[in-house]
């Protein structure tokens, strides 16, 4: 004959290890409702997508101040393999840093909200600076690339240098 199974117990969540006590959960403790919790995603989604786009616009236009040229005209209308590579470049380590910058915020929306446009405008400003100087240690005159209509190695150079600059910034921020 089997043993009888011993009924369970009132409240099925797990029992605290012999000796240790927990916390009864009050009753006005919070419950949270799948809704509530995709709103919740779903505001923050918006949020942080509006700021990085800002802030992918905010270095866009702070890459054009330090390159020469107006940017928008060489990639779009002269169709400069140089500039585009560049600015391509410079962007993507632009956002790098803005993601990097989501993702170190924490959880918390309204702080992480902060903390990623502070640290998404510190970025730009690494990275721009970064760029400056590697461009200048390295002695590739970033303004006769961009008069140049073919592509030029020295194009890939920088561009890749300004790809592993927003990784570096990036993941100081982590």
């Not at 140089?82 to 915020?105: H, K, M, P, Y």
């Not at 446009?117 to 600076?129: D, K, P, R």
């Amino acid at each position: 004959m089997s043993p009888t199974p011993s009924p369970l117990p009132a409240d099925p969540s797990p029992l605290p290890a012999p000796g240790a006590t927990t916390p009864p959960i009050p009753p006005s403790a919070p419950h949270f409702q799948l809704t509530d919790v995709l709103a919740d995603g779903a505001l923050a989604i918006v949020a942080y997508a509006v700021l990085g786009v800002l802030l992918l616009i905010v270095g866009f236009y702070v890459i054009d101040l330090v390159t020469p040229g107006k940017l928008s005209r060489l990639v779009r209308t002269d169709r400069n393999p140089n500039a585009t590579i560049l600015t391509a470049s410079a962007v993507t380590g632009v956002g790098l840093v803005v993601a990097a910058s989501i993702w170190s915020s924490g959880g918390l929306l309204r702080e992480g909200l902060i903390a990623t446009l502070v640290f998404g405008l510190v970025g730009i400003a690494a990275q721009t600076i970064g760029m400056i100087a590697f461009d200048w240690v390295a002695g590739i005159s970033v303004r006769r690339l961009v008069e140049e209509r073919q592509l030029q190695p020295a194009a890939v150079l920088l561009g890749v240098t300004h790809l592993v600059i927003g990784l570096i910034t990036a993941v100081a921020l982590l």
